[in-house]
T-cell receptor
């Protein structure tokens, strides 16, 4: 079945540091890929998405490129802020319907 | 535009009891999905409803059930609660039935089983 693997956290960075959170996937079809963010006590918010190979999703300074050859969708940001501290989830949707398969989540902590 | 509303936000139940959680999707959204989030298992898909029909189902025991009403509101029910059912239950709604549409999540219902 489908699966998503992302790097374990926590990832601790200083403000303005470069961020990479790795995500790889296994899917039988041609999935759409997503990054969601969860702030404490909240639900999930869509951060960015890509629906086909070589697409780049971007939002709020975050970027991720759909790499079919390496089955990856790594999240990057050039300069993190304290307000980016949250848990980040990589996810895929494959096939009919709206079922999402999530990675285990990566907690990011940004120190001033 | 109102977001996805889940009620109640917090719930404490005793083992063996049953519980019903409610989700009101964004107006116009016909697809509602439910997820269980726990520290050990992460985010796991429970089921998806579209136009009152269950379209997808995750790998959960039959104690977990759901339904969707004609106004797209959805409920999930857990019977004979176990301690391991303690979790954050998240509901997500989507505009269309399938395809590359965004899922909007509610804030969740925190269920504690004692």
């Amino acid at each position: 079945g489908d699966s998503v693997t992302q790097m374990e956290g926590p990832v601790t960075l200083s403000e303005e540091a470069f961020l990479t959170i790795n995500c790889t996937y296994t899917a039988t079809g041609y999935p759409s890929l997503f990054w969601y963010v969860q702030y404490p006590g909240e639900g999930l918010q869509l951060l960015l998405k890509a629906t086909k190979a070589d697409d780049k999703g971007s939002n709020k300074g975050f970027e991720a490129t759909y790499r079919k050859e390496t089955t990856s969708f790594h999240l990057e940001k050039g300069s993190v802020q304290v307000s980016d501290s949250a848990v980040y989830f990589c996810a895929l949707r494959d096939g009919a319907g709206n079922m999402l398969t999530f990675g285990g989540g990566t907690r990011l902590m940004v120190k001033p | 535009k109102a977001g996805v509303t889940q009620t109640p936000r917090y719930l404490i139940k005793t083992r063996g009891q049953q519980v019903t959680l409610s989700c009101s999707p964004i107006s116009g959204h016909r697809s509602v999905s439910w997820y269980q989030q726990t520290p050990g298992q992460g985010l796991q898909f429970l089921f998806e409803y579209f136009s009152e029909t269950q379209r997808n189902k995750g790998n959960f025991p039959g104690r977990f059930s759901g339904r969707q009403f004609s106004n797209s509101r959805s409920e999930m029910n857990v019977s004979t609660l176990e301690l391991g059912d303690s979790a954050l239950y998240l509901c997500a709604s989507s505009l269309e039935g399938a395809g590359n549409t965004e899922a909007f999540f509610g804030q969740g219902t925190r269920l504690t089983v004692v």
